[in-house]
């Protein structure tokens, strides 16, 4: 396989007619390499518009999907991350080239352990996976400017994003099969949350999270 050659496809093909337009994430898909953070039996699904298992339970969301939650988030150089969801390290990997700094935390043990590995592979120093329970966030760490679910939720436990700065953002995939919805929430007071719709997708659960709504939207 031509892996530049299956890059710029997956970029110009699919990421790209995904509204995803901003050229310092589409210049980055090119320095962070996904093939990197795949499992091996998948390595040759890298490139593909799917979501890759990793566990029996968890999958890698499609390059699209990151790509745009990515785009979302306009991160600046300066801010802090929470990444909820690290799976194999990828999101994680370009949130740690978009941001300062960035925690990640991992529910799985295993998948924890693979996405430290592969983040200290690719040479990426800014960002630290935890392995933990995301539902809680990680308050000793708040506040945070951006937080992302890497993964989908039934709904956005306040919690969470009480741990937000006032003017931070947070991005997550909301709702249930068929209908699921990603969405760019934004802190503009101590109890106050502006939220906008971004676009249609289907993702795998986050575990840990509970299924009744528990922040409404």
Known sequence: MNLEQARFNMIEQQIRPWDVLDPSVLELLHVVH??????EAHKIQAFVDVELPLTATRRMLAPKVEARLLQELKLQRHEKVLEIGAATGHLAALLGHKAQRVVALEADAGLAAQATANLKR???????VVNADGAAGLAA???????????????????LLKQLKIGGRLVAIVGGEPVMRAVLVTRTGADDFRTVELFDTVAGRLPGFAEAPAFSF
């Open 34 to 39: 996904r093939e990197d953070f795949v499992p």
């Open 122 to 128: 690719a040479g990426v120093l800014n960002v630290s």
């Open 141 to 159: 760490e708040e506040p945070f400017d951006a937080i992302l679910l890497s993964g989908s939720v039934a709904a956005v436990p306040q919690q």
